[in-house]
């Protein structure tokens, strides 16, 4: 079995409750017609019953449930509980309303905060930021995580490199310039990452235009910091840089560029300078390698909530609806 058939397995194993919020979306809903048709998890749309089922023409979502939040009788208890959280911030209930029913973000997020779902999957229509900024404000950080990030499961067809063509590329869609310490606590979060979705031992390069000193350069020098503070902090974890692609995932390159690495050439966990690289690089392999790519994917939000790209096709939501209930069922 491929990487998204184990993924369906495990979710359809422990079934989970996922809200989606984008039901003015032909693709979100094509794909919570199969999501429901193959069991892999609950669904909550979120909209207006008669428009949800003009989208829907031809699709069999009987199985899902419909909210309307203009309609629903927990909209007060909602709007109480984003004012509790957002109360800091002067959130007031008058606004938390209009938020919670104009927009469905905040609405999917809210129920998730509140325990009504176990997971939003969003962005098929709006913009990363938009997606992403409602859950970094309402549901924060995981106990123990400062830095939220955001990766791509990458699968390359016929590929002998990585997990027999499964990579992880972080951070890919959230953090926009991180700077050393950062870089370093996306590898440890990347790391976990791929241990409980790939089930297999993460090998995690740090990615630079440079292999071991072969070019001088400030952004070369944050790379080697970031790679020093990772193998610090991660002690158990199979971590070298700074690493060219080549170097991270070729053997017989890596073996040239980096004698002496037991991480070169056997990378599948990518760690990118930044999110112009990581962005750039998931998508080329995307659109030009064939590759299954399901994303952004958060690590580190309290309760899982995940991106797509705009560019998705509905197969895309469905492997990321199945992620997000796995991860809603790892403790
Ligand atoms: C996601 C994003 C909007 C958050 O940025 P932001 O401008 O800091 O947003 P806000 O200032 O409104 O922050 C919202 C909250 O999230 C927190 N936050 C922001 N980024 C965070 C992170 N990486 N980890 C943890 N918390 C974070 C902030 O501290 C803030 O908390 P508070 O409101 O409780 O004080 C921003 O990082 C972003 O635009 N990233 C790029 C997304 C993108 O375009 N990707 C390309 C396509 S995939
Ligand atoms: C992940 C990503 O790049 O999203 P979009 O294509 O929607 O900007």
Redesign the pocket.
């Known amino acids: 079995m491929g990487f998204i058939d184990v993924i369906k397995e495990r979710a359809k194993n422990n079934k989970k409750t996922i809200v989606l919020p984008e039901t003015g979306d032909r693709r979100t809903l094509e794909a919570a017609s199969k999501i429901l048709a193959e069991g892999i998890a609950n669904l909550i749309l979120v909209g207006n019953k008669d428009a949800i089922a003009k989208e829907a023409d031809g699709l069999d979502l009987s199985a899902a449930t419909i909210i309307d939040p203009s309609q629903t009788d927990k909209l007060q208890t909602y709007i109480d509980l984003l004012v509790e959280v957002r109360k800091s911030k002067g959130m007031t209930p008058e606004q938390a309303k209009e938020l919670l029913t104009k927009d469905y973000l905040y609405f999917g997020v809210t129920m998730v905060k509140a325990g009504d779902a176990d997971g939003m999957v969003a962005?098929a229509v709006n913009?990363?930021a938009n997606v992403l900024r409602p859950s970094l404000q309402i549901l924060k950080t995981a106990p123990g995580t400062k830095l939220v990030s955001?990766f791509?499961v990458i699968v390359v067809p016929n590929c002998e490199f990585g997990a027999d063509g499964t990579f992880i590329f972080s951070d890919?869609?959230l953090v926009q310039n991180p700077n050393s310490e950062e870089l370093a606590a996306i590898a440890g979060s990347s790391a976990k990452s791929f241990e409980t979705l790939v089930g297999k031992e993460p090998i995690v390069a740090m990615l630079s235009h440079s292999t071991k000193g072969s070019a001088a350069h400030a952004d070369v020098d944050k790379v080697v910091e970031a790679t020093r503070i990772a193998k610090e902090l991660y002690p158990n974890v199979k971590i070298d840089g700074e690493f060219q692609l080549d170097a991270a995932i070729v053997p017989s390159v890596g073996a040239s560029k980096a004698p002496g690495s037991d991480i070169a050439g056997k990378a599948n966990v990518l760690v990118f300078p930044d999110l112009d690289a990581g962005?750039i690089g998931?998508?080329l392999a995307q659109r030009l390698a064939k590759a299954e790519a399901y994303?952004?994917i958060t690590q580190g939000i309290a309760r899982p909530v995940n991106?797509?790209?705009?560019?998705?096709s509905a197969d895309d939501i469905v492997g990321v609806i199945a992620i997000t209930a796995v991860q809603a069922s790892i403790k």
């Open positions: 962005g913009s990363t955001a791509f890919s869609g962005n998931y998508k994303g952004p991106d797509l790209s705009r560019g998705c």
